[in-house]
């Protein structure tokens, strides 16, 4: 049983990127204003995610890393919205079940922190009193160390891994409002390298000229598009012609109500586009699809990143024509 719950939780979390992406999640659900993300070793010893947000109150100890153990889901009709990030309860447990988890954690309620340690079957193996702010720090050891095959390619990607890490802290330090996001990497005994920082501005523009930079962000032109009533498209594409784009497309972000999601067509579209404007380079681009929630359904896919529209052909079309008119407008 145990090692079928292991094989299972490598299909919630099946990278390093997409442990971080649940972790930080639970940050922004719990309303944190600051969320610090460390790595050691690139995250292969360990990485851990420190919040201010509400903390855990202590009636969700036990359950905390069990299957399906969620304080998240009050009515079936919420299974429809991602007003909240993270729905499933599948996260921690999953976790848990791969590596060696930790959480530190305190409510305003509390006069005291808790130190909480969890087996790999997501029972709690001990707990104790400390010292701490309101908030949440949760930790994994040695994410992969209970699939040993999995385990060693993870070692053998880390590089890799890694960088995707600090490319889904880009999306969302572009896109959160309000949040200051670091993220530092534990190298030697006493190198700490910053690599991803934010000042939790307000708006996109200011998000934007942090993490790309002002000189980039020069280059870019706002975009809005109303695909209809309650549908629509905003955010930042890169100014027709060379000069204003990159010559990889490592700096492209789509999101779907201001979550980071994996867009394969949208991406195709704006390359071709923008590079159909005699460019040979790649758009930067940062845009944010505003659906409503009952318009989409993101749990076909475990790790949330995989959206399906139910008018996703409408979308794209109405998306081709606006873009078609920002890169060749004379076009008709
Ligand atoms: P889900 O996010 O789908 O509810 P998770 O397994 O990710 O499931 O988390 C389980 C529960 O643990 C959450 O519902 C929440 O109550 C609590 N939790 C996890 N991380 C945090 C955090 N950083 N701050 C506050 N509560 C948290
Ligand atoms: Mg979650």
């Excluded at 204003?33 to 919040?51: C, M, N, P, R």
């Excluded at 993870?154 to 590089?159: A, G, K, L, Y």
């Excluded at 999306?171 to 991803?196: D, E, H, P, Q």
């Excluded at 497309?249 to 390359?271: A, E, I, S």
Aim: charged share 20%; aromatic share 8%; glycine share 6%.
């Amino acid at each position: 049983k145990s090692a079928v719950h292991r094989i299972c939780s490598g299909q919630v979390i099946f990278d390093l990127s997409s442990a971080v992406k649940e972790l930080v999640e639970n940050s922004l659900d719990a309303g944190a204003t600051t969320v610090e993300v460390s790595l050691k070793a690139y995250g292969e010893e360990w990485f851990k995610v420190a919040d201010n947000g509400s903390g855990i109150s202590p009636s969700n100890f036990q359950a905390l890393a069990l299957k399906h153990h969620t304080s998240k889901i009050s009515d079936f009709s919420d299974l429809n919205s991602v007003a909240t990030f993270g729905f499933r309860g599948e996260a921690l447990s999953s976790l848990c079940a791969l590596g060696k988890l930790t959480v530190e954690t305190r409510t305003k309620d509390e006069p005291v922190g808790t130190h909480l340690e969890f087996e790999h079957s997501g029972v709690v193996s001990s707990e104790r009193k400390i010292a701490r702010q309101v908030g949440t720090t949760v930790t994994i050891e040695k994410l992969f160390s209970t699939l040993p095959v999995r385990g060693k390619e993870f070692s053998r990607n880390i590089r890799k891994e890694y960088g995707k890490v600090i490319s889904l802290l880009n999306a969302y330090a572009l896109i959160a409002k309000g949040v200051r996001l670091l993220c530092t990497n534990i190298v030697g005994k006493n190198s700490r390298m910053v690599v991803v920082k934010t000042q939790g501005s307000s708006s996109l523009k200011d998000n934007i000229i942090t993490v790309f930079g002002l000189n980039t962000f020069k280059c870019l032109e706002p975009f809005n598009l109303a695909v209809s009533e309650d549908c629509k498209v905003e955010g930042f594409l890169s100014k027709p012609g060379p000069g204003s784009g990159r010559n990889s497309g490592d700096r492209q972000f789509f999101y779907v109500n201001g979550r980071p999601v994996d867009m394969p067509k949208v991406t195709k579209l704006v390359n071709e586009l923008y590079r159909s404007s005699n460019s040979k380079q790649y758009p930067v681009a940062v845009l944010n699809f505003c659906i409503p929630t009952t318009s989409y359904d993101v749990n076909v896919a475990p790790d949330k990143r995989k959206i399906f529209f139910s008018s996703e052909h409408t979308i794209l079309l109405s998306l081709r024509e606006a873009i078609q008119n920002l890169y060749s407008p004379q076009q008709c």
